[in-house]
């Protein structure tokens, strides 16, 4: 499974995003604790990659107007 999300959001919901990411990565290793006593062929190896951080395309950054333009066009 693969998902990508993107968005815009506040330093407030990124905490509590990041909040949520490290309480998932807290169930991921329960399970692997839980299944250490199961034999080899009864599991698969699996990763699980979190990323959350600012980052806008270089091609729509030089399209970014100057918050004062946008004020002017009101």
């Known amino acids: 499974m693969r998902i990508y999300l993107h968005g815009m959001l506040s330093p407030s919901s990124q905490d509590?995003?990041?909040q949520k990411l490290k309480e998932l990565?807290?169930?991921f290793s329960?399970?692997?604790?839980?299944?250490t006593g199961?034999?080899?062929d009864e599991k698969e190896?699996?990763?699980l990659l979190f990323a959350?951080?600012?980052w806008e395309p270089s091609?729509?950054?030089?399209?970014?107007?100057?918050a004062?333009?946008?004020?002017?066009e009101c």
Not at 68 to 72: E, G, L, R
Request: hydrophobic content about 45%; cysteine-free; charged content about 40%.
């Open 16 to 18: 509590m995003l990041l």
């Open 25 to 27: 990565v807290e169930e």
């Open 30 to 35: 329960s399970y692997i604790k839980l299944d």
């Open 38 to 40: 199961r034999e080899l």
């Open 45 to 47: 190896r699996v990763g």
């Open 52 to 54: 959350l951080r600012a």
């Open 59 to 66: 091609v729509f950054s030089s399209l970014r107007r100057e």
């Open 68 to 72: 004062a333009d946008d004020a002017t």
